[in-house]
């Protein structure tokens, strides 16, 4: 296999590798904080690409008016189904919490389909072709998904490192009572938590959607990868998550190469297999019994 | 609190049960009131299957009504109960289950994608119920070992040779094969290659590529770093998208040839006009110039305001073709019976029929029909398959230009 071939394949594994981090790190900090695996999250993708499509259709064609509707409505839908679903189900075992979250994701997905029926749907953005650095092909558009990401993350970790904000989200993260017994009001901790994780999954979902095509199924057919890159990267952990994220796409990208594109899949699965076997608790996270 | 909490229990107990007696009871169950017709419709609504399974429903409860409105076949009115299968073969046989065993169907219809329709068949044939599909896998033939599988769709074997001959007649010499990993296109993608192999020549590179990727460049990379002059695609339109997407901003010189049911006018209003210019799209088309197709085109763009694809056609004429069977074999038919009675409405030399109440009527009087029907003329050959002719299309300026008609070779 030649240089340029896997290159290109690396290149396109960042591009979808950080376009996931979002909601994969959604996920990740949803699991830290309110400790359950949100299901909701690929249909959240789903329904901020629809609302970006909505946009474009009956408002503008400007994609930064899709973005901007995609990550509110997102939010708030995420918000509603906080105050809704899961704080009534705060205090009950994290497979309820779990369980309704499919039922969310169910839920989501069907009131999209009830408006939208079944037929794909594209976001308009203007075809442009790859910049050719000798066989080394570049998209521009590639190009603005990998930097908006990238702010967005950005912004997300200083938000969790450098504000008062994030030092209580990563105290009730790290333990809930001592957090409450320290006087930090988790109400507020956790409207903050379901408001991020909706901005960051409609926005994933935006920049999806102008990868691929818009369909019902868009998100919950990435909701196992993104788990396994959570896994991969230790559950809960932030940096883990975009670290797990990118080694999962990079090598599922790469793997394809060798082994056909039938089996990029399993080959991703066997990474994060062998690095389970080495770290059991994934890259960053840490191990249970320490704590 | 307790006590109402134990009453439901116990009814909730007591009814499974009863249901699930119910289920074990053997043909007697069956005895059916001679007035109705159960008939299961087991379509593609969620999933890959999408864009097509609603409309093939919608056709589907067209033709029930316009048989029940008619009076029913053979005075038994068609009793329908719809399951979606969500495109997965797991979900589609827990589906035709509760079709057989609950539902107590007497033939289903409508079954779309080839991994169930291989899936669900077992079942069928098992239970010696009729099964109408639009199945293009070439096992589908072989597995019809009770003749019960009805093929509404060209067996994509015939499609494989139908893309690798127009390939050749256009003069390509380095032929791709990209093909959506499942047992409709896999069997396309073999049979153009067979094709291709055995009149000489070698293929730039077959891939199979996974179902719903966000993207597909590392495979299409692949394929076109072999220098391909033509692409045959064997996709479904949500994967076309991106493919294509993702060739053109490649800016590397390359033809495609699609199936019909992906390279459409929903193509180019996906794509735009330079991305799609000169694909080659080939497909069964629905038999636009017959009568049965004018008049359900027209009850179908009533209801769904735009044309049928030949997938709803084909459902239509399921239902249809199921009719007449049963009004040929009598009130008091089993299903094999009237199973043996569908090629005798469809082909042979009866009096040409376009629906159902003129075939009817001419069966009643103890004449021969041929339903001609809205997605072809409907001869079916002995493994019960259809061959049908192929038109071949270019996408020019957004426009599909009919370019020639080949005749289909089994």
């Known amino acids: 296999m030649d240089a340029i071939s896997i290159i290109n394949a690396a290149i ?18 949803v699991f830290g904080i309110a400790r359950f695996p949100n299901a909701a999250a690929g249909d959240s993708m789903t329904l901020g690409a629809y609302c970006a499509v909505g946009a474009q259709i009956f408002i503008s064609d400007s994609l930064a008016v899709g973005v901007i509707l995609a990550t509110l409505v997102t939010a708030i839908v995420s918000v509603f189904f906080y105050g809704w679903v899961f704080r009534p189900l705060a205090l009950r075992s994290n497979i309820s919490r779990l369980i309704a979250s499919i039922g969310v994701a169910f839920v989501i997905r069907n009131t999209i389909t009830f408006f939208t029926g079944q037929d794909q749907y594209n976001l308009n953005v203007p075809l442009v072709r790859a910049w050719n650095f000798n ?3 570049i998209l ?8 908006i990401a990238m702010v967005a993350l950005a912004i997300m970790f200083y938000i969790l490192h450098g504000t008062d904000l994030g030092r209580k989200m990563r105290a009730v993260a790290d333990n809930t009572d001592l957090a409450a017994s320290s006087g930090i009001h988790s109400r507020h901790v956790m409207l903050s938590l379901w408001t991020i994780s909706g901005l960051f999954c409609g926005l994933g979902g ?3 959607g102008i990868k691929a095509v818009v369909v019902p199924d868009l998100g ?13 990267g230790g559950i809960g952990h932030p940096v883990g998550a975009v670290i797990g994220m990118l080694l999962f796409s990079i090598g599922q990208e790469i793997a394809s190469l060798y082994v056909g594109p039938s089996y990029k899949i399993p080959m991703a699965f066997v990474i994060l297999l062998v690095v389970l076997l080495v770290r059991p608790q994934g890259i960053f996270g840490r191990p249970m019994a320490a704590r | 609190m307790n006590q109402t909490y134990n009453i439901d229990r116990r009814r909730f107990l007591s009814t499974s049960a009863a249901l699930a007696a119910t289920s074990i009871l053997p043909q007697w169950a069956f005895a059916q009131a001679a007035d109705t017709f159960r008939l299961g419709s087991l379509n593609s609504i969620t999933g890959i299957g999408g864009p097509y399974g609603p409309a093939m429903l919608e056709s589907i409860r067209l033709a029930v009504d316009e048989v029940n409105s008619a009076g029913g076949a053979a005075g038994r009115k068609f009793q329908l109960f719809t399951e979606d299968d969500q495109t997965k073969a797991d979900v589609a046989v827990l589906a035709a289950k509760k079709l057989i065993e609950i539902n107590r169907v007497q033939a289903i219809v409508g079954i779309w994608p080839s991994a169930v329709g291989l899936a669900v068949m077992p079942l069928t044939n098992n239970a010696g119920l009729i099964m109408m599909n639009t199945c293009g896998a070439p096992e589908m033939q072989t597995e019809n070992k009770r003749g019960l599988a009805w093929m509404f769709q060209a067996s994509n074997a015939v499609f494989g040779k139908a893309f690798a001959q127009v390939a050749r007649q256009r003069g390509f010499k380095r032929p791709a094969v990209m093909a959506f990993n499942n047992s409709t296109f896999v069997g396309l993608a073999d049979y153009f290659k067979k094709t291709w192999e055995a009149e000489g020549g070698k293929l730039s590179s077959l891939v199979i590529y996974e179902p719903n990727q966000t993207s597909y460049r590392t495979e299409l990379n692949n394929v076109l770093a072999t220098k ?11 994967d076309a998208t991106i493919l294509l997407k993702e060739w053109f901003q490649t800016g590397q010189d390359c033809k495609f040839i699609m199936p019909g049911w992906t390279a459409n006018k929903d193509l180019v209003k996906a794509l735009g006009k330079e991305v799609t210019e000169g694909i080659i799209s080939i497909s069964n088309v629905a038999n636009t110039e017959a009568p049965a197709y004018k008049s359900y085109a027209e009850r179908f763009q009533a209801k769904l305001k735009r044309e049928p694809d030949v997938f709803a056609a084909q459902s239509y004429d399921m239902v249809i073709t199921l009719a007449l069977a049963i009004e040929s074999a009598g009130a008091k038919a089993d299903t094999q019976a009237i199973n043996d009675n569908i090629k005798t409405v469809t082909q042979g030399d009866g009096e040409k029929v376009s629906s159902f109440a003129q075939g009817r009527d001419i069966l009643r009087k103890g004449g021969k029909v041929n339903y001609e029907g809205a997605s072809s003329s409907l001869t079916f050959g002995a493994r019960g398959e259809t061959v ?11 426009e599909l230009v009919r370019k020639e008609t080949i005749p289909g070779t089994a």
């Open chain 1, 135 to 137: 066989g080394i092909r």
């Open chain 2, 388 to 398: 049908p002719d192929f038109g071949v299309f270019e996408i020019r300026a957004g």
């Open chain 2, 228 to 238: 391909p002059d033509v692409i045959a695609m064997g996709s479904y339109k949500p």
């Open chain 1, 140 to 147: 521009p558009t590639d190009m603005y998904i990998v930097m």
């Open chain 1, 220 to 232: 919950f057919e990435l909701l196992m990868p993104m788990f396994a890159a959570v896994i991969l």
């Open chain 1, 206 to 208: 935006v920049l999806l």
């Open chain 1, 12 to 29: 396109n594994g960042v591009v979808i590798g950080m376009l996931l981090a979002l909601p994969a790190l959604a996920i990740t900090m």
